[in-house]
C-alpha cells in the first residue's frame, strides 16, 4: 500500500505500464525504490489512472513460476483511489490495527 503519483502510461503488449514516482509507503512486504514500474494485466485503463494524479495504491508483487519475472502488479479490479487527506488518515488508522 503507498502514495504513488503517476507520471507516465505506456502501453507494452496486452499490459499498461505505468510510472510511479513513490510519495508515502504505507505497508510494504516488498521493497520500494523511488521510482516504479506498475504493470496492470489490460489495456482498458482499468483502473483508471491519469498521468499527473496520485492515487493510494493497493499493488502486489507478481513473480513468474520460472522466476524469471519480478514486478508489481495491479489487478484491474485492484485498489487505486485518488489520494486524499482523508485517505491518508484512514490507511494510517487501519496501519495501526494491523
Not at 482498458?44 to 508483487?61: D, N
Request: with cysteine; proline share 7%; charged share 30%.
Amino acid at each position: 500500500v503507498f502514495q504513488g503519483r503517476i507520471l507516465a502510461r505506456r502501453l507494452v503488449g496486452q499490459e499498461t505500464r505505468y510510472e510511479v514516482e513513490m510519495k508515502t509507503p504505507y505497508r510494504h512486504r516488498f521493497p520500494l525504490v523511488t521510482r516504479e514500474y506498475v504493470w496492470v494485466p489490460n489495456t482498458c485503463s482499468c483502473p483508471p489512472l491519469r498521468e499527473g494524479g496520485e492515487y493510494l495504491l493497493m499493488a502486489r508483487r507478481h513473480v513468474n513460476y520460472e522466476r524469471t519475472l519480478n514486478r508489481i502488479l495491479l489487478q484491474d479490479d485492484g485498489y487505486a483511489r485518488p489520494w486524499t487527506p482523508r485517505e491518508d488518515r484512514l490507511v494510517r488508522e487501519a496501519a495501526q490495527h494491523c
